[in-house]
């Protein structure tokens, strides 16, 4: 999966960028504040991070 459409996915679940890091990028849930993580900055995201990035944020998994 791309990054940019994982990042797309993310912002219209509710979710918004934190900050920027060296290496990642940190989003966090607007609706579970508690809920965050990290997205590197590969132009390719493998399929089973981008599931495991949307259960830690605590929203569903892109198609």
């Known amino acids: ?5 994982l990042i ?4 219209y679940c509710g979710c918004a960028l934190l900050r920027e890091g060296a290496k990642h990028s940190r989003y966090i849930n607007l609706a579970d504040n508690s809920k965050s993580t990290t997205i590197p900055r590969h132009n390719e995201i493998a399929d089973l991070l981008a599931f495991k990035i949307c259960r830690q944020l605590g929203i569903p998994a892109p198609k």
């Open 8 to 11: 797309r996915h993310l912002e």
């Open 1 to 5: 999966m791309k990054r940019k459409e």
